[in-house]
């Protein structure tokens, strides 16, 4: 079946570092992976997509990596501040219904 | 623009019960989607519907059922209510044509005692 899923449920990073959070999909089929974020009493705010036909996109602060060999998508950010700190979900655009898939989540938090 | 609006914000419902929330979206935005979240199951798509047509469905059972109106605002209700209906229900409008980008609500926090 398919499936989206993530390697880490929780990371605690340093402020000013650079987070690596991943994620592991199983539905080769899927057009675009998405990055979401949500912070602690509010609904998913969208961060970045990337197409599947390409392998590296960057936004303010954020990288996505979609590495299809292996069927991972990454989400790199750099200088993490405290406002960074958040559940990060990852999840697919798969099929022609444009139906969301999503992952579990990955809680992100930032020490001062 | 305002965001994407869900009332109530907290309930509580006894089992055997039904609830009906409610949803208004962005202005413009036509699709509005209902997920139900989950500690241990993340985001579950229950449906979405466009232009009063319900288009796409989850794998839920007939408790939990939906509808939108010719303004686009949209209401689920679930009824019989069961102790692991408790969960936060989110509400997620998006523009035409874009399908990764969608804008969420708070979200209607239930608790079925």
């Known amino acids: 079946g398919e499936s989206v899923g993530l390697h880490l449920p929780t990371l605690s990073v340093q402020e000013g570092d650079n987070s690596i959070i991943n994620c592991a999909y199983s539905?080769?089929?899927?057009?675009?992976f998405i990055w979401y974020k949500q912070e602690s009493g509010k609904g998913p705010q969208f961060i970045i997509d990337?197409?599947?036909n390409m392998d590296k996109r960057q936004g303010q602060r954020v990288t996505v990596l979609l590495n299809k060999t292996v069927k991972h998508l990454s989400l790199q950010i750099a200088a993490t501040q405290p406002g960074d700190s958040a559940v990060y979900f990852c999840a697919e655009n798969a099929g022609n219904n444009r139906k969301l898939i999503w992952g579990l989540g990955t809680s992100l938090a930032v020490n001062p | 623009k305002a965001g994407v609006t869900q009332t109530p914000r907290y309930l509580i419902k006894t089992r055997g019960q039904q609830v009906t929330l409610s949803c208004s979206p962005i202005s413009g935005h036509r699709s509005v989607s209902w997920y139900q979240q989950t500690p241990g199951q993340g985001l579950q798509f229950l449906f979405e519907y466009f232009s009063e047509t319900q288009r796409n469905k989850g794998n839920f059972p007939g408790r939990f059922s939906g509808r939108q109106f010719s303004n686009s605002r949209s209401e689920m209700n679930v009824s019989t209510l069961e102790l692991g209906d408790s969960a936060l229900y989110l509400c997620?409008?998006?523009?035409?044509?874009?399908?990764?980008?969608?804008?969420f609500g708070p979200g209607t926090r239930l608790t079925v005692l």
């Open positions: 990337i197409r599947s």
């Open positions: 539905n080769s089929a899927s057009d675009y």
């Open positions: 997620a409008s998006r523009p035409p044509g874009q399908y990764n980008e969608q804008f």
